[in-house]
C-alpha cells in the first residue's frame, strides 16, 4: 500500500507537543489504550482455492456474490470452520448441491461439515451472498466501485479466512452490464457478452493471500503498454482510466515497462503474474494498492503536462510494482512484519530513482525516507519496527514500517556492500517465492549467501526502537599536527538503552582520499589521526548509511569545503545547515555559491530550509536572489522559506511568484508565504487565488494555507466555504488546516472555526476526515472530545480509530496540564489511565 501521493503526505506535522522530561521515556508509546499483543490465528485447514461470481449493482450499492471454497483439513478432523464475514446476508451454503447448516452473527460465518473433513481430506463448498451498503472493503464511487481488502477487509465483500498466511489460488467472474469494464487478479481467461450482460473472468494461478483480491468495475478504457524483453519474451502491461484522461494516464504510468526490467534485473526473480494492470479511481483511500497482477492507483496521481514540471507518479508506481515481489509473491506472515512488504516498497521506490535518474537521487529519497522517519519520532512517537502491540493491524502503517524500513536497507547495503546485497536479496526473494515470510527468513538468506550473521544489526536497527543522535566533532590541531574526530551519541544511554554499535567509515581528503573504518561502540568516541596538513574535506560516513539524527560541528572551513567539494550529497546537507546556523561571512560565501554551483537540486532545497530557520536578513536577501533558479524544486523550496522573513522585501519576490512561476507548486508555495509574511497586499491576492481552479487544487490549496497565516477574520468564512463538499479534497483538507491554524492565531473567531472543523469530523471523503481530525487536535478544544471519542471507537476505518484517540489524548493533556513545565510524569500517567478508562467505558458501552 502507498499510503497517498508523495506530494501530498505529511499529516503528521503540526501535532499538539506537549514535551514531558526530556529522557527515553518522553517518547509517547505508540500502543494506545485497549491494545494487545497479536498474533496470527491457528490454523485447521488449507484454503486451496477460492472462486468468485461477482455481480455488482453500481447503482442500488449492493453486490451479489456466490463464494466457492475448495479447504484441506490439515492433520485433525474438522467439524466446523470459522469464516470472517462481516455484515454480509448469507442465503445458502451448499456442499456438492446439499445444504449445510450454518451460522452468521455479522461478523463469523460458521460452517458445520457433517461427516467432519478427515485430516488432509478436500472438500469443495459454495456460499451464496450478498450485501448491500458496505462498511468497508467495497467501495461505490459515482459510476465506478472498487474494492481495498488490505489490511482485513476481504471479509466486508466475501466470506474468506482474511489473514495474510492464508494464500490461495483465486477464480473471479464479474458480471456487469455490457459497456462496462471489470477488473481482478491473474489472466483475463474469457470475457463473454449475455444479453445485456458482459462477464469478465479472471484466473489466479500463483497463490495470494486473501487481502490481495480485487475488482474494479466501471466504464474504464484500456491502454496497453507490452513490455518485449530482451530475451524475447513479452509482458502485457496495462493502464485503465476514466474516458478523457487517457493522456494523463500515460504521462502518470508510462515508466512502468522500464521499472518492470529494473526490478526484474536487481531481484533476480521474473515478474510473477500473467500481467501487470494500474487501475485509476475515484476517492481512493490509500495511494495505491498492490493487488496481484491488478494494482489499485488513486486517481489524483493522474496529472496534466504543467504538474509533470516538477511531480511525478512513479514514486507511487515504482512502490506498487515492487510490491508484486515484496507483499504479493513474499507475503508477511502476520502484519508485524509487514516492514518487510512496507519497507521494501519504500526501498524499491529508491532502487528505481536511481535507475532512472542516477545516485544523487536515490541518496536523497533514503535522506528524505530518514528525515520523514525522525519527524514521526519526535512528534508522534517509537516503536521498534517489528511490533505486535495494537488495536488494529491498519496502525503500524506507519513512517517507521515505510520510511524507516526503507533507510534500514539501504544501511544493510552500506554493510553488506553492494554485491552480497543484491546477492542477498535475490537469495532471500528466490528462497522465498510464494511463501510467506517473517524477518528471520530475510536474516537466514543474508547469513546463507554471505555467510555474514547480523542478527545483532537486526536487534538494533528493527526489533529495537530509536535511533543513534550524533553530533561530529571535526579540530585540526596545527600543533600537533593531528585531526581530531569525535562521535557522541547524545540520546539519553543508560543500562536498558545502551550506545548504538556500527561501523563508520571517514574519508581524508588531501592531495587524494584516504579511506578508514571505525568502530562506534561508546557514548563518545575520539579518533585521532596524526596528518601533516590540514586535510581539504574530511567526509563522515560518506555513503550516508547510517540511520541517525546527524549534525556536524565541523567548523566553517570544514563545512564549507564539504558544501562546495563532498561527492555525497547528504554531507553537503548536513554542511548547508551548519553553515546556515553559523552565518560568518564565510559562511554566507559558500552557501551563496551552493545557489549557483551545486548541480543537485535536492541539497538547495535543504540549503534553503536551512536558511528560512535564520530568520536572519542575511538569508533572506541571499534567498531572494535565487529565487529564479531553474529548478522548480529549488524555487519551491525558496518561496516556503521565504515566508519566515516577515518584511516587504520578502512580500514583493512572493507576490510576483504566486502570479507568474510554471509551476503549480512553487506558486501555491509562494500563496502559503505570503500569508505568513501578513503583507498589506495578501489578502486581495489569496482571495483570488483560492477561487481558481487548477490541477488537484494545488494552487488554491497554497491559497487556502496562506489565508490561514494571515490572522486576518476575513479570511474565515473563505476558508469555511473551501471545506464544503463539492470542492477539491485537496484544498478542503488544506482551508481545515488553515482554519486550525486561524483558530490560533484569532481567540474571537475561534467558536465559529470549531463549529467548522466539528462539521467535517464525520467527513465521507476519509482524506478530508482525517485532516479535520488533525485540525481539531492542533486547536486542543474541548469541544472536539465528544465527537472524537465516538470516532475512536466507532470510526469505519482503523487510521480515523487511532487518529481520533490519540487527538482525545493530547486534548486532555494540553488542557489539564500547563505546557513547558517539567517533571509532571505522575499527571501524565494519571491521566493517561483516566483516558485508558474512558475507553473502556466506551468499549463496554459500545459492545453492549
Ligand atoms: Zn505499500
Not at 594 to 620: C, E, I, M, N, Y
Amino acid at each position: 500500500m502507498n499510503r497517498r501521493p508523495r506530494e501530498t503526505r505529511g499529516a503528521f506535522t503540526n501535532r499538539v507537543r506537549f514535551m514531558v522530561v526530556d529522557e527515553p521515556s518522553a517518547h509517547r508509546e505508540f500502543a494506545l489504550p485497549g491494545s494487545r499483543l497479536r498474533y496470527g490465528p491457528d490454523k485447521t485447514v488449507d484454503v486451496r482455492h477460492i472462486d468468485l461470481y461477482l455481480r455488482p449493482d453500481l447503482e442500488r450499492q449492493h453486490l451479489d456474490g456466490v463464494c466457492t471454497t475448495t479447504v484441506r483439513a490439515l492433520d485433525e478432523p474438522v467439524s466446523s470452520l470459522t469464516l470472517d464475514a462481516v455484515d454480509l446476508q448469507i442465503a445458502s451454503v451448499e456442499r456438492e448441491e446439499r445444504p449445510m447448516q450454518f451460522s452468521a452473527d455479522g461478523r463469523h460465518l460458521t460452517i458445520y461439515l457433517e461427516p467432519p473433513l478427515a485430516p488432509e481430506e478436500q472438500t469443495t463448498f459454495s456460499i451464496r451472498y450478498s450485501v448491500t451498503n458496505p462498511r468497508h472493503g467495497l467501495f461505490f464511487v459515482n459510476n465506478h466501485a472498487w474494492t481495498q481488502s488490505q489490511d482485513e477487509n476481504a471479509r466486508f465483500w466475501f466470506p474468506c479466512l482474511d489473514y495474510p498466511h492464508e494464500k490461495q489460488t483465486t477464480s473471479t467472474a464479474i458480471d456487469v452490464p455490457k459497456g462496462q469494464f471489470a477488473l481482478s487478479n491473474g489472466a483475463l481467461v474469457e470475457r463473454r457478452d449475455d444479453g445485456d450482460r458482459s462477464i469478465y473472468s479472471y484466473r489466479q494461478d500463483v497463490p495470494h493471500s486473501t487481502y490481495l483480491t480485487t475488482m474494479v468495475v466501471g466504464p474504464f478504457v484500456e491502454v496497453a503498454q507490452p513490455l518485449e524483453r530482451a530475451d524475447g519474451t513479452e509482458l502485457q502491461i496495462f493502464y485503465y482510466v476514466l474516458p478523457g484522461r487517457e493522456a494523463d494516464g500515460e504521462r502518470s504510468f508510462g515508466k512502468t515497462p522500464r521499472m518492470v526490467e529494473v526490478f526484474e534485473e536487481k531481484i533476480g526473480v521474473r515478474y510473477p503474474y500473467a500481467r501487470y494492470s494500474q487501475i485509476a479511481v475515484a476517492d481512493f483511500i490509500f495511494g495505491g494498492m498492490e493487488n496481484t497482477s491488478a494494482t489499485t492507483q488513486t486517481d489524483r496521481t493522474l496529472h496534466d503536462e504543467r504538474a509533470h514540471l516538477d511531480f511525478s507518479s512513479d514514486p507511487l508506481v515504482s512502490h506498487e510494482l515492487a510490491h508484486q515481489w515484496f507483499g504479493d509473491l513474499l507475503t508477511c506472515r502476520d502484519w508485524s512484519h509487514a516492514w518487510l512488504n512496507e519497507g521494501f516498497a519504500t526501498y524499491f521506490e529508491a532502487v528505481f530513482r536511481e535507475a532512472d535518474l542516477g545516485y544523487d537521487e536515490y541518496v536523497y529519497d533514503v535522506f528524505t525516507f530518514l528525515e520523514r522517519y525522525l519527524e514521526e519520532d519526535s512528534d508522534r512517537y517509537r516503536r521498534p519496527i517489528v511490533y505486535n502491540r495494537f488495536r488494529d493491524p491498519i496502525e503500524l502503517f506507519d513512517r517507521h514500517l515505510y520510511e524507516k524500513g526503507g533507510a534500514v536497507l539501504h544501511m544493510l547495503r552500506g554493510e553488506l556492500g553492494e554485491t552480497r546485497f543484491w546477492r542477498a536479496i535475490r537469495r532471500y526473494a528466490g528462497d522465498n517465492v510464494q511463501r510467506n515470510v517473517e524477518t528471520i527468513d530475510l536474516i537466514r538468506a543474508i547469513e546463507q549467501s554471505t555467510g555474514r550473521n547480523l542478527r545483532g544489526f537486526f536487534d538494533q536497527w528493527v526489533f529495537r526502537g530509536g535511533h543513534p543522535q550524533l553530533t561530529v566533532v571535526l579540530k585540526y590541531d596545527e600543533e600537533r599536527k593531528a585531526l581530531t574526530i569525535t562521535i557522541d551519541q547524545k540520546q539519553p544511554v543508560d543500562a536498558s538503552n545502551p550506545a548504538y554499535t556500527f561501523d563508520v567509515d571517514l574519508g581524508i581528503v588531501t592531495a587524494d582520499e584516504r579511506r578508514m573504518r571505525v568502530r562506534v561502540e561508546r557514548a563518545h568516541e575520539t579518533v585521532t589521526i596524526p596528518l601533516d596538513e590540514r586535510p581539504q574535506v574530511v567526509r563522515f560516513d560518506p555513503g550516508a548509511f547510517i540511520l541517525a539524527d546527524v549534525t556536524y560541528e565541523f567548523g566553517d572551513r570544514f563545512a564549507a569545503a564539504a558544501l562546495a567539494g563532498d561527492s555525497n550529497v547528504a554531507a553537503r546537507i548536513y554542511a548547508a545547515r551548519e553553515l546556515a546556523k553559523s552565518g560568518s561571512a564565510s559562511a554566507r560565501a559558500a552557501l551563496d555559491a551552493a545557489f549557483t554551483s551545486d548541480s543537485f537540486w535536492g541539497v538547495l532545497d535543504q540549503a534553503a530550509k536551512a536558511l528560512g530557520k535564520t530568520h536572519a536578513p542575511w538569508a533572506r536577501r541571499l534567498l531572494t536572489a535565487h529565487v529564479h533558479h531553474k529548478h522548480p524544486k529549488v524555487r519551491r523550496a525558496i518561496a516556503s522559506a521565504l515566508g519566515s522573513f516577515k518584511d516587504s522585501g520578502a512580500a514583493d519576490v512572493l507576490v510576483a511568484i504566486a502570479r507568474d512561476d510554471e509551476s503549480y507548486f512553487v506558486r501555491a508555495a509562494a500563496l502559503h508565504s505570503l500569508g505568513k509574511t501578513r503583507d498589506v497586499r495578501a489578502f486581495d491576492v489569496l482571495a483570488s487565488a483560492i477561487a481558481e481552479s487548477s490541477w488537484n487544487g494545488t494552487v488554491e490549496s497554497g491559497a487556502a494555507r496562506g489565508l490561514g497565516e494571515l490572522g486576518d477574520a476575513r479570511a474565515i468564512p473563505l476558508l469555511i466555504a473551501a471545506t464544503q463538499p463539492g470542492r477539491d479534497e485537496t484544498l478542503r483538507r488544506a482551508a481545515l488546516d488553515a482554519l486550525a491554524r486561524s483558530g490560533e492565531l484569532i481567540e474571537s473567531e475561534r467558536a465559529g472555526i470549531v463549529e467548522a472543523i466539528a462539521d467535517r469530523l464525520d467527513d465521507p471523503m476519509f482524506l478530508v476526515q482525517r485532516s479535520a481530525i488533525d485540525a481539531a487536535e492542533r486547536l486542543a478544544d474541548g469541544r472536539f472530545l465528544a465527537a472524537l471519542d465516538r470516532l475512536s471507537v466507532s470510526g469505519f476505518d482503523g487510521r480515523v480509530r487511532r487518529d481520533c484517540a490519540e487527538a482525545a489524548i493530547r486534548i486532555r493533556e494540553s488542557q489539564k496540564v500547563p505546557a513547558q513545565v517539567n517533571g509532571l510524569r505522575t499527571d501524565i500517567d494519571a491521566l493517561r489511565e483516566e483516558q485508558r478508562k474512558l475507553q473502556e467505558q466506551i468499549e463496554s458501552i459500545s459492545r453492549a
